[in-house]
């Protein structure tokens, strides 16, 4: 699998319901960021977590990260209509640029 | 809050001709990206730009690419001889110095070669 492969690639579920995004990646990272990007527009950050990091929270949104695996998950908790998005996660090579997965549309039906 | 800009928002060409996308990355920011996303495929790198000169630059950058920090403000990419092939929404971001790399991402230009 490429860095940064997030399963599945699409997600439909009922608003209110829980949704849970993964991510792989295959080299050592220092961090690890998740961002969503609404359909046709830029791309929002939402978290970091950093390598020494085993869980983060901000609102409704969870991230675990275990380096072992190396694997991440993204967890949003009572979705809304408006979470309807791409999301994507994104490892930052030894350049310092990005390296993003091919995303998981997420639809969250009202 | 400060925010990257992007114009224009879209921009049409036909095979090519040469364009030039515009960013104007957050002021105190130091390091530049240009990433590029072809409908329906993931965000691609294409180049990092840190002190008046390119840092990286991925194997899609050719040499049909070429950017530029004309002034203070601007960050510019520029497609010297526009291929279909180089339709795609191009997203310039920057970061500052500090901190864990989080790149602030600019609303992307889409461009559409014809």
């Known amino acids: 699998s490429q860095q940064g492969e997030e399963d599945p690639q699409a997600l439909s579920i009922q608003e209110g319901e829980n949704a849970t995004m993964n991510c792989s990646y295959k080299t050592s990272i220092n961090n690890l960021q998740w961002y969503r990007q609404n359909s046709g527009r830029g791309l929002v950050h939402l978290i970091l977590i950093r390598s020494n990091e085993r869980e983060k929270h901000s609102g409704r949104l969870r991230v675990t990260l275990d380096t072992s695996k190396k694997s991440s998950s993204l967890l949003i908790t009572a979705s809304r209509a408006a979470d309807t998005a791409s999301y994507f996660c994104?490892?930052?090579?030894?350049?310092?640029?990005?390296?993003f997965g091919p995303g998981t549309r997420l639809s969250v039906l009202p | 809050e400060p925010e990257v800009t992007q114009t224009p928002s879209h921009q049409v060409t036909q095979m090519g001709q040469e364009v030039i996308l515009r960013c104007v990355p957050i002021?105190?920011?130091?390091?530049f990206y240009w990433y590029r996303q072809i409908l329906g495929q993931k965000v691609e790198f294409l180049v990092s730009?840190?002190?008046?000169?390119?840092?990286?630059k991925s194997e899609i950058f050719d040499d049909q690419f070429s950017v530029e920090r004309p002034d203070g403000s601007n960050f510019t990419l520029k497609i010297r001889s526009t291929k279909l092939e180089d339709s795609a929404m191009y997203f310039c971001?920057?970061?500052?110095?500090?901190?864990?790399?989080?790149?602030?991402f600019g609303p992307g230009t889409r461009l559409t070669v014809l």
């Open positions: 994104a490892t930052v090579n030894r350049g310092q640029n990005f390296v």
């Open positions: 971001a920057s970061r500052s110095q500090s901190g864990d790399n989080e790149q602030f």
């Open positions: 730009f840190y002190n008046n000169e390119i840092s990286e």
């Open positions: 002021s105190n920011h130091l390091y």
